[in-house]
């Protein structure tokens, strides 16, 4: 089946830091999902972003499905930004996650 | 208006006991999804319906049975609990082409 990898696997910034989170995935998809799950457990859908850029705030992501892997953004992080980021890739009717980068941002 | 929401939030209980988690959603969508997230955080598809008949069924013990009285409503029964069940369920729905996925806030249940 589908591989999704996430990198990197545990991330520590001060407030106000820029940060990069990575997506790889193993085969061709037109579904791709990113989360966001707090420290309280809540997830939360970030964007839907099968192909191309989308920005919401100082949240932005981008899909290069051709070259299999999606980026996201986070702009000047904020205490709030803490928690597991997950990508998840969409195959036949269910979602495949992958594992998730952990953030701290401390204050 | 809570979108997906699912009860009870917290589940203790002993095992061998059988329990249910509920989950409704009123976003319109026409699919439902439970999700497990276990203790290393790592979420997996346990089932999926769509419009009440079961398209999903991965690899699941059959203690765990799910049951879509309509497609705004997915409860989950597990018979005989075992201690590997602790974990968080997740209820899901969105339409069937995926777009729109929202999470319920969770169930932690713990078997002891």
């Known amino acids: 089946g589908i591989q999704v990898e996430q990198s990197p696997p545990d991330l520590i910034l001060q407030e106000g830091a820029n940060s990069t989170l990575r997506c790889n995935f193993s085969?061709?998809?037109?579904?791709l999902q990113w989360f966001h799950q707090n420290p309280w457990g809540q997830l939360i859908n970030l964007f839907y972003i099968p192909s191309g850029t989308k920005q919401n705030g100082r949240l932005s992501a981008t899909t290069v499905a051709t070259e299999r892997y999606s980026l996201l953004y986070i702009s000047s992080s904020q205490t709030t930004d803490s928690g597991v980021y997950f990508c998840?890739?969409?195959?036949?009717?269910?979602?495949?996650f992958g594992q998730g980068t952990r953030l701290t941002i401390n204050p | 208006d809570t979108a997906v929401s699912q009860t009870p939030k917290y589940l203790v209980t002993q095992m061998g006991n059988d329990k249910s988690i509920k989950c409704e959603q009123n976003?319109?969508?026409?699919?439902m999804y439970w999700y497990k997230q276990d203790s290393k955080k790592f979420l997996k598809i346990m089932f999926s319906?769509?419009?009440?008949?079961?398209?999903i069924n991965e690899t699941v013990p059959n203690r765990f049975s799910p049951k879509s009285p309509d497609k705004a409503h997915l409860n989950l029964h597990i018979n005989s609990l075992e201690l590997g069940d602790s974990a968080v369920y997740f209820c899901?729905?969105?339409?069937?082409?995926?777009?729109?996925?929202?999470f319920g806030s969770g169930t932690r249940l713990t078997v002891v």
């Open positions: 899901a729905s969105s339409q069937m082409t995926g777009f729109g996925y929202t």
């Open positions: 085969d061709s998809v037109n579904n």
């Open positions: 998840a890739v969409r195959v036949t009717q269910k979602l495949v």
């Open positions: 319906y769509n419009n009440k008949e079961l398209i």
């Open positions: 976003l319109g969508h026409d699919t």
